[in-house]
C-alpha cells in the first residue's frame, strides 16, 4: 500500500511540476528584445506588449500546479526511524512554502497586468511608483517563502541522499529545484539567445517536478 501511494503521489508530482513549469513560460517568455526598465529592474518592456491572456492561463495552472507538485514532495519525504520527525518538519516547511509559491506567482502575473493598464495612460513614472511599491511591500514574504520552497528542501534531500536516509545514487543529489535554478542561471549568463527565458524561467519548476522522479526511484 505504501508503495502504491508513493507511486501515484510521485505521478502526480511530475506532472504538477511540469504544468508549472508551462505557467512559468507563459509568463515569463519575453524574448531577446527585453529591456529591465525602472530603478530596481523589476519592470520588463516586453508587458507592453505580451497578451493578457498568458497571465490569465499562467494563473490558472499554476492554481492546479502547486497542490500537485507538492505530492511529489510528500512522497518522497517519508524516511523511517530517527529521520521521521525530521521528515515531517520538512513536509510541514514545504506545504508552508509552496502556499507561498502560488502567492509569488500571482503576485508576478499582477505585476504586468497592472503596467499594461497604466501606461495606457501615458504615464510610465506612475507604472514604475506602484509596481516598485508593491514589490518592496511583498519583498519578505517573497524571498522568505521561496526559502521554505526551493532552497531548505532542496538542501535537505541533498544531505538525506548523501547520509543514505534516501536510497538513491549520489548523482541524485542533482536532482532538486536549486541545482536545476543554478544550471538555468549559468545557461542565461551565457547570453545565448536560445537560453534568454528558457530554462532558467521555469528550471526551479522543473526541480519540483524531479522530486516525483527521485520519489519513483526508490
Not at 35 to 41: C, D, P, S, T, Y
Amino acid at each position: 500500500m505504501m508503495a502504491t501511494a508513493r507511486l501515484v503521489l510521485g505521478i502526480i508530482g511530475i506532472v504538477g511540476g511540469v504544468m508549472c513549469a508551462i505557467a512559468d513560460l507563459l509568463l515569463d517568455i519575453k524574448g531577446p528584445d527585453n529591456v529591465k526598465l525602472g530603478k530596481m529592474g523589476v519592470i520588463d518592456s516586453a508587458w507592453a506588449h505580451m497578451s493578457h491572456m498568458r497571465f490569465v492561463m499562467s494563473g490558472i495552472l499554476a492554481m492546479f500546479a502547486v497542490p500537485m507538485y507538492s505530492c511529489g514532495f510528500i512522497a518522497l519525504m517519508q524516511p523511517q526511524g530517527d529521520y521521521a520527525v525530521s521528515g515531517m518538519i520538512l513536509r510541514i516547511i514545504f506545504l508552508c512554502g509552496a502556499m507561498g509559491g502560488f502567492m509569488i506567482h500571482i503576485f508576478l502575473c499582477l505585476q504586468p497586468t497592472i503596467y499594461q493598464k497604466i501606461i495606457k495612460r501615458q504615464d510610465e513614472e506612475l507604472a514604475e511608483d506602484v509596481i516598485n511599491s508593491i514589490f518592496k511591500q511583498i519583498y519578505v514574504p517573497f524571498f522568505t517563502l521561496y526559502s521554505m520552497l526551493v532552497i531548505i528542501p532542496s538542501i535537505a534531500v541533498i544531505v538525506f541522499i548523501i547520509k543514505g536516509v534516501l536510497p538513491l545514487p549520489l548523482w541524485c543529489v542533482l536532482l532538486n529545484p536549486a541545482v536545476f535554478q543554478i544550471i538555468g542561471l549559468l545557461l542565461r549568463a551565457t547570453k545565448l539567445k536560445i537560453f534568454i527565458d528558457a530554462p532558467s524561467c521555469c528550471a526551479a519548476s522543473l526541480g519540483l517536478a524531479a522530486y516525483g522522479v527521485l520519489a519513483l526511484m526508490i
